[in-house]
């Protein structure tokens, strides 16, 4: 990897300052996974990195609305084996132990989950032209091989896909991103964090640059009873999704009260549409009518080639986890 | 692609193996690199060097992880401990000698991280079903294949309720 320099700061506000004070080429750094692997392979190459390992933001605990606040530092592992996330949130658990390795997820932060880049192989490849890490230069996904690639909301600047299935969990439970910048803090919804490619697929997130990741909270209503996260992909463990499912329900009788379907793999962000959802509430909850739910969540969807598959996947993913989701 | 010259280094002081160890390194040392280059423990292997194969595994604060994509600096005030720091003198790990009974190996270039990997999953006490013992060691590869008997040693670890620590 190239030569950086690093601070470990002590304080969100020092890091903040820091960031936009020293260089414009500043990364924070938590776990490291992702950000130290694309710097090996020179697709990141900051010129220093702040460690906020040492800020207080690595515990979980409860909201006064009765609701969960995950610290940005703490590990996906920690999350995912807590006892309130097991008991309150087991989509969420059942998510984030679905992807990646027992170490991965020992040092992997939930911070830098949501901060994850696209799996895209052209986007690591540096000898290959990739709107995302040298915009302008062109997309070698949309003419290349494309199989693992989006089949929702993608722009003929960029087809990639986000690749957490934590984050696929945190869309159907509404999850709220806290995050502090020059400019004070704010809460930003976990559907308006990640974002479409568009004409800037070199923007991941709508974080301001600067801006610190602090936490995430989750609302009080954790769908215990009725989910699913059903990941599928070409090997049963440590392999990403070609297409994720995170589906819940709240039923009465066989009434649909409420109906959450998030889709990883799909999209360069998790693939949700509540307005969709709120056209289902009060149906019956029958095969038919989650069919009918998955036609209209991939409406417009569309193939480059290889990954045409994914298209029907999709849809019969949607209605597996969802019949998965009213059996428990 | 120009390098930015950063004379800096930093001391820092790292537990490992039940002791403490300073050394002078520059930030963007991975723990991998740390460990053996600088502290010859050579144990610990360096396989994809990406987090993919697991041949770097080590364990922090009785946590597996991979220290390829770990830099040393950030892993001050942490227990580490490699392959080298398992046995007792002269007596193996549990862990170590079921590896042995089992023959859980054939050329043994990723049983260092198999075996810090089993002590982490053992401390995690997790692993009551052979599906989820391979799940939890997925992050292992072995390129010969003795996925067999590697799950045999790690399977009877877990039944026998063997304490992984340190």
């Known amino acids: ?25 500043n990364r924070y750094i938590a776990g490291g996974t992702n950000l130290i692997d694309l710097m090996k392979y020179r697709v990141e190459n900051p010129d220093h990195l702040l460690d906020i ?17 995950l610290g940005a530092t703490v590990t996906n592992a920690d999350t995912a084996y807590h006892q309130e996330v097991q008991k309150n949130y087991p989509l969420l658990a059942k998510a984030i132990l679905s992807g990646a390795s027992t170490q991965l997820r020992n040092m992997a932060t939930d911070g830098g989950n949501l901060m994850q880049r696209t799996r895209c192989y052209y986007f690591y490849d540096t000898a290959t032209p990739c709107n995302k890490r040298e915009p302008g230069s062109g997309c070698s996904a949309l003419e290349g091989f494309n199989r693992i690639h989006a089949i929702l909301g993608a722009s003929e600047k960029c087809i990639a896909t986000h690749p957490s299935d934590m984050c696929v969990a945190l869309a159907a439970l509404d999850a709220t991103v806290q995050v502090t910048g020059e400019s004070g803090s704010r809460s930003i919804p976990i559907l308006e964090f990640h974002r479409l490619p568009g004409d800037h697929p070199e923007k991941d997130t709508n974080l301001e640059p600067g801006e610190l990741i602090t936490a995430i909270d989750l609302p009080e209503k954790g769908f215990s009873q009725h989910f699913e996260y059903l990941k599928v992909r070409d090997r049963p463990s440590y392999a990403f999704a070609l297409v994720s499912v995170a589906a819940a329900l709240e039923i009465d009788g066989s009434t649909i009260k409420d109906i959450r379907v998030s889709l990883g793999g799909v999209a360069h962000k998790p693939w949700r549409l509540p307005e969709v959802e709120q056209q289902f509430i009060d149906q019956q909850a029958t095969p038919q009518t989650f069919e009918a739910f998955a036609e209209k969540l991939i409406a417009g969807a569309k193939g480059y080639g290889d990954n045409d598959f994914k298209i029907k996947l999709a849809k019969k993913s949607i209605v597996r986890a969802l019949l998965t989701a009213l059996e428990k | 692609m120009e390098y930015k010259n950063y004379p800096e280094t930093h001391e820092i002081e790292l537990q490992l193996n039940g002791t403490s160890q300073k050394l002078t390194i520059s930030p963007w040392t991975t723990l991998l690199d740390a460990l053996r280059e600088y502290f010859q423990l050579t144990g610990t292997k360096k396989g994809c060097d990406h987090g993919q194969c697991g041949a770097c595994t080590v364990l922090v604060d009785g946590k597996a992880i991979n220290s390829c994509l770990s830099l040393a600096m950030m892993q001050q005030g942490k227990k580490i401990t490699t392959v080298e720091g398992l046995a007792q003198g002269e007596n193996l790990h549990p862990v170590q000698q079921a590896f042995i009974e089992h023959d859980a190996f054939q050329c043994g270039y990723c049983t260092p991280g198999q075996i810090c990997s089993t002590v982490g999953l053992l401390n995690m006490k997790k692993g009551n079903t052979p599906e989820e013992i391979r799940d939890l060691m997925s992050g292992n590869i072995c390129r010969c294949g003795a996925y067999a008997n590697i799950f045999k040693a790690v399977e009877e670890m877990v039944q026998k309720e063997v304490s992984g620590t340190p």
């Open chain 1, 1 to 25: 990897m190239n030569n950086f320099s690093l601070t470990q700061v002590d304080s969100a506000e020092e890091a903040v300052k820091t960031a936009r004070l020293s260089t414009e080429n």
């Open chain 1, 53 to 69: 390992n040492r800020l207080n933001f690595s515990e979980i605990s409860s909201l006064p609305d009765n609701g969960l606040r």
